[in-house]
């Protein structure tokens, strides 16, 4: 698969912080997805993003897909404690898209 | 409505030993993949399915079979386990084969001693 490069690598903030992340690649992506993985848990898909220069929320979140298709950030508002986890970035890596690489991950850890 | 169901949630294994990994999902989808994670590698794909009866090789299969006999069992057979296959496997399933929304199990974690 492709590489997909996530930073930072981790975070700690406090509570009612916004928060920023970004994932990036040297190819071309067509899709992109953002997932969080709770502890103990499987990933759970949070935002898709199918179009270059789509912008996309989903409560307190915010993701968007680069013009370049080569990079993707997700943005959260007004932090909470339940917003721990593990955050992953996502894309297919074969032309029949079911093959999907993830980056390594941002780690986020909330302060209350 | 259960998901995507996987057994065990924990397993200790001792090197040259041989397991399977259950997997099984409610929710009559297609696609099937294994993943498994690895601190700061996020995850890779093992196996996946678009079918039953149809499977196909992921980015990491060296020292995995899988088979699928049915829509709703996707099982991972580890055939003589090895110190680096000790790792959280990651059951996955979705409607179709695309990109799309994928429902995750709540994983199994492996140790090869």
């Known amino acids: 698969g492709q590489q997909l490069n996530q930073s930072p690598q981790s975070m700690f903030i406090q509570e009612g912080e916004d928060v920023s992340m970004n994932c990036t690649s040297s190819?071309?992506?067509?899709?992109w997805l953002w997932y969080k993985q709770d502890p103990g848990e499987g990933p759970v898909l949070l935002i898709a993003?199918?179009?270059?220069?789509e912008l996309t929320s989903n409560g307190r979140l915010t993701a968007q897909f680069g013009i370049t298709r080569k990079d993707s950030f997700l943005n959260i508002s007004a932090s909470i404690p339940s917003d721990v986890g593990i955050y992953f970035c996502?894309?297919?890596?074969?032309?029949?898209?079911?093959?999907?690489?993830f980056g390594g991950g941002t780690r986020l850890m909330v302060k209350p | 409505n259960a998901g995507v169901t996987q057994t065990p949630k924990f397993q200790v294994l001792k090197t040259g030993q041989s397991m399977t990994l259950q997997c099984a999902q409610d929710?009559?989808?297609?696609?099937m993949s294994w993943y498994r994670q690895d601190p700061g590698m996020g995850l890779r794909l093992i196996h996946y399915?678009?079918?039953?009866?149809?499977?196909d090789q992921g980015e990491v299969p060296n020292g995995y079979n899988v088979s699928r006999s049915t829509t709703e069992d996707f099982p991972l057979r580890l055939l003589s386990a090895a110190p680096s296959q000790t790792s959280v496997y990651f059951c996955?399933?979705?409607?179709?084969?695309?990109?799309?929304?994928?429902?995750f199990g709540s994983g199994t974690r492996l140790t090869v001693v």
């Open positions: 996955a399933s979705s409607y179709s084969a695309g990109p799309y929304g994928y429902t």
């Open positions: 190819s071309i992506f067509n899709t």
């Open positions: 993003l199918y179009k270059a220069g």
């Open positions: 996502a894309g297919p890596f074969n032309n029949a898209g079911n093959m999907l690489t």
């Open positions: 929710m009559n989808h297609e696609y």
């Open positions: 399915s678009v079918g039953a009866g149809i499977t």
